[in-house]
T-cell receptor
Framework: GENVEQHPSTLSVQEGDSAVIKCTYS??????FPWYKQELGKRPQLIID?????GEKKDQRIAVTLNKTAKHFSLHITETQPEDSAVYFC?????????FGAGTTVTVRA | GAVVSQHPSRVICKSGTSVKIECRSL??????MFWYRQFPKQSLMLMAT?????????EQGVEKDKFLINHASLTLSTLTVTSAHPEDSSFYIC????????????FGEGSRLTVL
């Protein structure tokens, strides 16, 4: 089955700086890669996603890149703000299910 | 976007009792729903895939007799934790996708189960 690895597990950045989270996946047939933001006790919220036929996607301060050959994808958050502090999960859709990375706790220091 | 609703949001029960959690797709039909479990400070782990009108598919290590899944209609799946024990205390979240295929999964609000 699919195995998704995510790094780092924690990330502390100064407000205004960028944050980068990286993930790798094992199943070359995986074709959909969403990123979620989860606040304590809440459901995961989709912040951006990318399909396997696209290399990069951007939405305001958030961007995702995908390298199918290397089987890795990354989340980039620019101009971080305190409200960006949360746990972020990458995920990969393959074998008819969505598998999650272990999560990254992002703290934005004011 | 599509809406998935889960109930109850919180439940506390005594050890040995059973608890049922409902997951509904409010504005779309879902032939497949997914049940996840999330322990504190951990990731979402897929427990099972619920298929309308047929048996659920359980992930390795998940006891099918303990976590009963019923997907009797295109808008409702239920998860019953039977003979619950303290180690079953967790955050249970369901999800579904309109129209099947590849695309955004919509998540329920989650159900916090505490077994005393």
């Amino acid at each position: 089955g699919e195995n998704v690895e995510q790094h780092p597990s924690t990330l502390s950045v100064q407000e205004g700086d960028s944050a980068v989270i990286k993930c790798t996946y094992s199943d070359s047939a995986s074709n959909y890669f969403p990123w979620y933001k989860q606040e304590l006790g809440k459901r995961p919220q989709l912040i951006i996603d990318i399909r396997s036929n696209v290399g990069e996607k951007k939405d305001q301060r958030i961007a995702v890149t995908l390298n199918k050959t290397a089987k890795h994808f990354s989340l980039h958050i620019t101009e971080t703000q305190p409200e960006d502090s949360a746990v972020y999960f990458c995920a990969a859709w393959g074998d008819y299910k969505l598998s999650f990375g272990a999560g990254t706790t992002v703290t934005v220091r004011a | 976007g599509a809406v998935v609703s889960q109930h109850p949001s919180r439940v506390i029960c005594k050890s040995g009792t059973s608890v049922k959690i409902e997951c509904r797709s409010l504005d779309f039909q879902a032939t497949t729903m997914f049940w996840y479990r999330q322990f504190p400070k951990q990731s979402l782990m897929l427990m099972a895939t619920s298929n309308e009108g047929s048996k659920a598919t359980y992930e390795q290590g998940v006891e099918k007799d303990k976590f009963l899944i019923n997907h009797a209609s295109l808008t409702l799946s239920t998860l019953t934790v039977t003979s619950a024990h303290p180690e079953d205390s967790s955050f249970y979240i369901c999800s579904a996708r309109p129209g099947g295929g590849t695309g955004e999964l919509f998540f329920g609000e989650g159900s916090r189960l505490t077994v005393l």
